[in-house]
């Protein structure tokens, strides 16, 4: 492995790894800050569906971190990438936020509210505004043959309270209710890391990326081979590693103690 000192693109997961809702974790200014003093660059990997750009550098201003537009790479950017190149849908019903279809509209999509015959393609995200109809009218639409897909496959999204269900327990249940199961498209599939490193230039060794659960940030990390960092400040487990048998290069408690780790690297070098 490279030394953290090393390496050149941060990929990082928001939820549980910079965050919790509005609490900000100690270290990630100081860590953020450090990474743009020695000429790096890191990039905001999310899962989350349910936010657009905009609603994610709201967050980022409130909670003072310094970001960009172009800072960001979402599941739902993978997915209008894919369904732009592998599919060319009519008309989408879309189970997901107001915000998501906005963006998917936005991108050019045709999209209906009901499970008429003209839909030919269900789409499911994290939808904080489900409810039983949506929930209905996805599995009037999965008896019929047409393709599905879901943003990703995260069972839970983490609150200051606990977690909250996800795009993952919603595909769960719709599994249980009609027997089909969607094509995921983000992390853990590595479609995201392949679209920052092929947008910032760095090549995979220059890489790492940091998130907190292993079945999806971990994995994706795996997958597109680049090394990882798991943290135990969200979801994820040190335990889970045996368990789920997904071995991330890195552990740490927090994004501070990795801080802490790169900031001992730099002085050891300097003091050579």
């Avoid at 090393?6 to 790894?17: E, I, P, Q, V």
């Avoid at 680049?226 to 740490?252: H, N, Q």
Wanted: proline fraction near 4%.
């Amino acid at each position: 492995m490279a030394c953290l000192k090393d390496k050149k693109l941060f990929l990082l997961d928001m939820d549980g790894t910079l965050y919790l809702d509005e609490t900000l974790f100690p270290g990630v200014l100081e860590f953020l800050e450090l990474i743009r003093v020695r000429g790096g660059r890191y990039l905001f990997l999310t899962n989350n569906s349910s936010r657009n750009v905009e609603d994610y550098l709201k967050k980022m201003e409130r909670l003072g971190i310094l970001a960009r537009a172009e800072d960001f790479i979402t599941s739902l950017d993978a997915t209008i990438a894919l369904l732009q190149k592998e599919y060319v849908p009519k008309r989408i019903y879309a189970l997901g936020t107001r915000s998501m279809q906005s963006q998917l509209l936005a991108a050019g999509f045709e999209l209906g509210e009901e499970p008429t015959a003209d839909i030919d393609l269900l789409l499911v995200g994290f939808d904080r505004e489900l409810n039983y109809k949506k929930l209905e009218d996805a599995c009037r639409l999965l008896g019929r043959d047409i393709p599905y897909l879901a943003t990703n496959p995260d069972w839970v999204c983490p609150t200051d309270f606990g977690y909250v269900p996800d795009c993952g327990s919603i595909c769960e249940m719709l599994e249980h209710a009609t027997g089909r199961r969607p094509r995921f498209i983000g992390k853990p599939e590595p479609d995201m890391v392949r679209l920052a490193l092929k947008r910032t230039g760095f090549t995979p060794e220059q890489c790492l990326l940091i998130g907190d659960r292993l079945y999806t940030d971990i994995a994706c990390g795996l997958k597109a081979g680049v090394e990882t960092a798991f943290v135990l400040s969200g979801e994820g487990k040190e335990e889970d590693i045996e368990r789920m048998g997904i071995r991330p290069d890195r552990i740490f408690a927090d994004i501070q103690a990795l801080l802490r780790r790169m900031e001992e690297e730099i002085a050891s070098d300097e003091s050579k």
